[in-house]
T-cell receptor, first 115, second 114 residues
């Protein structure tokens, strides 16, 4: 079964500094990887995904993520954090195999951007 | 337009009530999902519909009954719920059920069972 680890509970970063949210995964076959963000009292918003191709994926709101197969990681990055980026971030993985491709979420990381 | 709408936004119900949650999307997506989410936790999959047929039921208690009247609508019928069922219920949709398709989530219905 597929699984995701997001090792940190909370990430604190000063406004204007680079933001990194870590994610490692475990899955059979080539992974399909996703990042979602959830603002308070809202649903999840899709940020970006990796299916195949370039290891560096660019997404919404200036976010990007780098797929590293050897380290089984898919860290989310933003060069300059904004206060409005404060939210709960979920990494998720799906197996490519039909019948075993439920979206497996990590526990989530609370990001706090300090003005 | 990547919008999934859900009604109501908030719902308070007693343990003997019957109520329904509604979800709608007009993106032409053929897969729709119900998730349950507790505070600060990841969503937990409940049901998946693909082409209006139930594809996955994650061993959800029968007091939750999903329905997909057409390709744009998804309902979740609730009956005889327990206080531990209080949570945020999220609907999502994707172009297809396949693994490479991202899911688009609605804002959720905040359910409180008293």
């Amino acid at each position: 079964a597929q699984s995701v680890a997001q090792p940190e509970d909370q990430v604190n970063v000063a406004e204007g500094n680079p933001l990194t949210v870590k994610c490692t995964y475990s899955v059979s076959g080539n992974p399909y990887l996703f990042w979602y963000v959830q603002y308070p009292n809202r649903g999840l918003q899709f940020l970006l995904k990796y299916i195949t191709g370039d290891n560096l994926v660019k997404g919404s709101y200036g976010f990007e993520a780098e797929f590293n197969k050897s380290q089984t990681s898919f860290h989310l990055k933003k060069p300059s954090a904004l206060v409005s980026d404060s939210a709960l971030y979920f990494c998720a993985v799906r197996s490519p195999y039909y019948g075993n491709n439920r979206l497996a979420f990590g526990k989530g990381n609370q990001v706090v951007v300090i003005p | 337009d990547t919008e999934v709408t859900q009604t109501p936004k908030h719902l308070v119900m007693g343990m003997t009530n019957k109520k329904s949650l509604k979800c709608e999307q007009h993106m032409g997506h053929r897969a729709m999902y119900w998730y349950k989410q507790k505070a600060k936790k990841p969503p937990e999959l409940m049901f998946v519909y693909s082409y209006e047929k139930l594809s996955i039921n994650e061993s959800v208690p029968s007091r939750f009954s999903p329905e997909c009247p057409n390709s744009s609508l998804l309902n979740l019928h609730l009956h005889a719920l327990q206080p531990e069922d209080s949570a945020l219920y999220l609907c999502a949709s994707s172009q297809e059920e396949g693994a490479g398709y991202e899911q688009y989530f609605g804002p959720g219905t905040r359910l409180t069972v008293t």
